[in-house]
């Protein structure tokens, strides 16, 4: 299964900046929709994969998870083994935590994968290990990003997030679900997540700006005075463990940002309407069969 660690403990890829100073606080929408959509009566041990900081964690730890975390990303870890005050993450691949479980006869109820099975040049076994590490009956549940999302193709023109080496696959609805019962899974259910306002906003920007668009973080670099850091959002960086001038630089970003919230805000409603149903991830959650086969 094909990923590149040094790819995000370099810090190349400016988005996982966050993960490493432990600035992250909010929760995507796909963690909204686990905790929306996931039972309620479903509880036990928890394992993230690509835990990242930690911040969906910290949640499913509220909500009365045991939890366990691995990622590749060791600084990622460091982190949360920090800010959670736990000893239950580890800085494995899949791969070796396999290994690692077996040798403890470590069985989960639930595996989450937010983001992560587009990143596998071998989805099958993937899924497969996952299963293997689940109890019978337990659940997965996880996101990807949705290739028949609205404004695909200047997305896919503009940035490079969805392309190699950061993502190897494309997932539909349709073909996410046939993977999943492929892969011995039953009660598969995929939720296509809508667009919010803060997440349509980039999208008006592409629309509008092309390819100047990518001269927003320059720009945003240049404001905090670090190249890095001007990938993680500005609310995170304000509540984050960072210097006042940083903070300072943040607010002042957060004006610049309400300004053009509030400018583009026709268009945005525009496409808001014009983008039901596709939205810019997929919501999975499925259940191992109970026995092989049947």
Avoid at 41 to 57: H, S
Avoid at 66 to 92: H, P
Wanted: glycine fraction near 8%; charged fraction near 30%; hydrophobic fraction near 40%.
């Amino acid at each position: 299964m094909k990923i590149i660690p040094e790819f995000y403990e370099s810090e190349v890829f400016e988005d996982y900046v966050a993960f490493h100073e432990g600035v992250g606080t909010r929760l995507g929408e796909y963690h909204k929709a686990f905790f929306k959509y996931f039972p309620s009566n479903v509880r036990g041990k928890l394992l993230d994969v690509g835990c990242g900081d930690g911040r969906f964690l910290r949640h499913a730890k509220e909500q009365g998870f045991e939890i366990w975390g691995i990622d590749f990303d060791k600084k990622s870890v460091e982190n949360v083994k920090r800010n959670l005050g736990i000893d239950t993450v580890f800085a494995m691949s899949l791969e070796e935590f396999y290994e690692y479980a077996k040798e403890r006869n470590l069985k989960f109820d639930v595996i989450t994968f937010f983001e992560v099975l587009e990143h596998q040049d071998k989805p099958r076994e993937f899924l497969e290990m996952v299963k293997g590490l689940l109890k019978e009956g337990g659940y997965i549940a996880g996101s990807v990003p949705n290739r028949e999302r609205f404004l695909r193709e200047i997305y896919w023109k503009i940035s490079h997030a969805d392309h190699p080496p950061h993502h190897f696959l494309r997932f539909s609805r349709r073909s996410l679900e046939n993977a999943l019962k492929l892969s011995g899974f039953e009660d598969a259910h995929v939720y296509i997540m809508d667009f919010t306002f803060d997440e349509i906003y980039p999208y008006v920007e592409m629309k509008l700006l092309g390819r100047f668009y990518n001269l927003r973080n320059l720009l945003k670099s240049m404001v905090l005075g670090d190249r890095k850091r001007a990938g993680a959002y500005v609310d995170d960086i304000i509540v984050g463990e960072v210097s006042n001038s940083v903070k300072i630089r943040a607010y002042g970003l957060k004006i610049i940002k309400l300004i053009r919230n509030t400018l583009l805000s026709p268009v945005a409603f525009v496409y808001i309407n014009s983008s039901h149903q596709r939205g810019p991830n997929l919501y999975f959650q499925a259940r191992r069969l109970r026995i092989e086969g049947k």
